[in-house]
């Protein structure tokens, strides 16, 4: 089954998903990357995104060939621009970065992309990328050359994501960057839910339980969590407990 049709399918009936954000050049060594993979498989975790702003070593591949050996779950590529695609992938977030007017992050590096992911076998995953504010200068806003949306302009970012909708994209991804201070609020986020029928992923700062809960419940329907399980592993073990509990109580109806 295709990992987008999976996304709609748990969208459409109320259940949630976590995603892992595995940065290559965050892999020091492989033991810290066994361990987490090994704490993602038996906390049921959905998905790996594998990617980062700015990749300085040539550590991709080997991550995902080494993700790919160890555990069952899915690689989504989320590339910060076209030269981070790798075969060994499951799927890509194709992603078009509408909070922003660079036009090669719009539509530039896809034209580049697009041949190269016609010869391959990668799920491609149309997605609507937004970066909101979330208090300083992040790398993905510096890289791409970018503002994000200002956090408190909730019906800019609904309009957004709308238009993107229409045009076709069929996810919506907001971002607060990673290792954000603050993570993007409930309030923007409900905003969004309500604007728009796709699944929407939330990512960016989420590093307690509570801001994980607080996301979904606010309609996120997968959040994304990479830099606090670098510092701490063990908060998977938590936040998917009640990711678990949530989609159990969608399923009996309690
Ligand atoms: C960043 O949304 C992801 O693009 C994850 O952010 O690393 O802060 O969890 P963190």
């Not at 160890?70 to 909070?99: E, H, K, R, T, Y």
Request: proline share 5%.
């Amino acid at each position: 089954m295709k990992i987008l049709d999976i996304l709609q399918d748990r969208h459409r009936v109320g259940k949630k998903s976590i995603a892992v954000l595995i940065d290559p050049d965050k892999v020091e060594d492989p033991g810290s990357l066994t361990r987490l993979l090994n704490l993602a498989s038996e906390n049921c975790v959905d998905f790996f995104l594998v990617g980062g702003s700015l990749i300085t070593t040539t550590n991709l591949s080997e991550v995902i060939r080494q993700i790919k050996e160890a555990v069952n779950i899915p690689v989504v590529l989320f590339p910060g621009n076209s030269m981070q695609i790798d075969p060994g992938a499951d799927a890509i977030l194709f992603l078009s970065l509408i909070s922003g007017r660079n036009p090669d992050l719009l539509i530039g590096q896809h034209v580049i992309a697009a041949p190269i992911l016609k010869n391959n076998r990668i799920e491609v995953m149309p997605t609507g990328y937004m970066l909101v504010n979330s208090g300083r200068i992040t790398s993905v806003a510096y890289i791409s050359n970018t503002t994000p949306i200002p956090d408190d302009k909730y019906s800019l970012a609904a309009c957004t994501a709308l238009a993107g909708t229409m045009l076709g994209l069929q996810l919506i991804y907001m971002d607060a960057g990673s290792g954000a201070e603050k993570e993007i609020s409930s309030k923007m986020i409900g905003t969004v839910r309500k604007a728009i029928d796709a699944p929407l992923i939330v990512g960016g700062g989420i590093n307690t339980t509570a801001k994980a809960i607080a996301a979904l419940q606010a309609g996120a329907d997968m959040i994304v969590i990479g830099n606090a399980l670098e510092k701490n592993p063990d908060l998977l073990i938590e936040i998917s407990d009640k990711v678990y509990d949530w989609n159990q109580s969608v399923e009996t109806g309690k």
